[in-house]
């Protein structure tokens, strides 16, 4: 049972335009939510999260949002750049218990020059 | 200034053969994860490790051993090793604390053959 997931495994953006990618989660015990970027041969690379007491949180580029009543998040990615190609998981945790954190399957973003 | 290094990066042997990855951070974190990175780029948790403790212990065979000598320290031992064994595996820490990511090493690329 895939708790997290990411329907879509690609994306193909321009350079410079805005990419999104989203993941839907169907534990409603999750509270804390992360987006990873990864590239070929190496570990993911923790990018982002949001907390669920927010809908919310900007860094630079990157921002996610939370909506917790459709169990849905999303990040976007302005303006993306080529650097910015990559596989992209999005990640949950509850704080209760064991802290367990569940990842999606992915999306592979392209972003073209 | 490696966060979080493990050996190797590449293994390749023989079905029926054990061997073993290791893991270190020096993050100053209390949890170290075990995750597989399959065929199908799923990232799935295997163990988890908090102060040297087993706190997550996922549906693995038990020729997967994992053991924590300290809490910078986790390492994965693999007994009888099978062709299905052959994945990515990626050591990762965090602190069992709110709001705090999980940090990834490279992965260590399993062959069995």
């Known amino acids: 049972d895939q708790q997290v997931k990411q329907n879509s495994p690609s994306l193909s953006v321009q350079e410079g335009r805005i990419s999104i990618l989203n993941c839907d989660y169907t534990n409603s015990m999750f509270d804390y939510f992360l987006w990873y970027k990864k590239y070929p041969a190496e570990g993911p690379t923790f990018l982002i999260s949001i907390s669920s007491i927010k809908d919310k949180n900007e860094d630079g580029r990157f921002t996610v949002f939370l909506n917790k009543s459709a169990k849905h998040l999303s990040l976007h990615i302005v303006p993306s750049q080529p650097g910015d190609s990559a596989v992209y998981f999005c990640?949950?945790?509850?704080?209760?218990?064991?802290?367990?954190?569940?990842f999606g399957t992915g999306t592979r973003l392209k972003v073209l020059a | 200034d490696t966060a979080v290094s493990q050996t190797p990066k590449y293994l390749v042997t023989q079905m029926g053969n054990d061997k073993s990855i290791k893991c270190e951070q020096n993050?100053?974190?209390?949890?170290m994860y075990w995750y597989k990175q399959d065929s199908k780029k799923f990232l799935k948790i295997m163990f988890s490790y908090n102060n040297k403790e087993l706190i997550i212990n996922e549906t693995v065979p038990n020729r997967f051993s994992p053991k924590s000598p300290d809490k910078a320290h986790l390492n994965l031992h693999i007994n009888s090793l099978e062709l299905g064994d052959s994945a990515v595996y990626f050591c990762?820490?965090?602190?069992?604390?709110?709001?705090?990511?999980?940090?990834f090493g490279n992965g260590t690329r399993l062959t069995v053959t």
């Open positions: 993050l100053g974190h209390d949890t």
């Open positions: 990762a820490s965090s602190l069992r604390a709110y709001n705090s990511p999980l940090h």
């Open positions: 990640a949950a945790r509850t704080t209760s218990g064991t802290y367990k954190y569940i």
